[in-house]
């Protein structure tokens, strides 16, 4: 359940995780992960250097996991 809006507080942060399962034909389930890192705000270094603009991707990850249909 989400948090009631607030008057006194501002996003910085957003990640959103998203996983996909599957059953593959020779008998392995995999599931398959995206992770998404956002910012409400440009991302720069202490020097001034801009890393990612409001609302590109800072972080992007794909993790994979494999089972054996035996393995439960």
């Known amino acids: 359940m989400p ?7 501002t996003e910085l942060h957003l990640r959103r ?9 020779d008998g392995f389930y995999e ?12 991302l720069t270094t202490p020097s001034g250097t801009q890393v990612a603009a409001t609302r ?10 494999y089972r054996d249909e035996r393995e439960r």
């Not at 590109?56 to 996991?65: F, K, N, S």
């Open 3 to 9: 948090l009631p809006a607030s008057p006194h507080r």
């Open 17 to 25: 995780i998203e996983m996909r399962g599957y059953r593959r034909d």
């Open 31 to 42: 599931i398959d992960g995206r992770v998404t890192d956002t910012k409400t705000h440009d």
């Open 56 to 65: 590109e991707i800072v972080r992007l990850r794909w993790p994979a996991h």
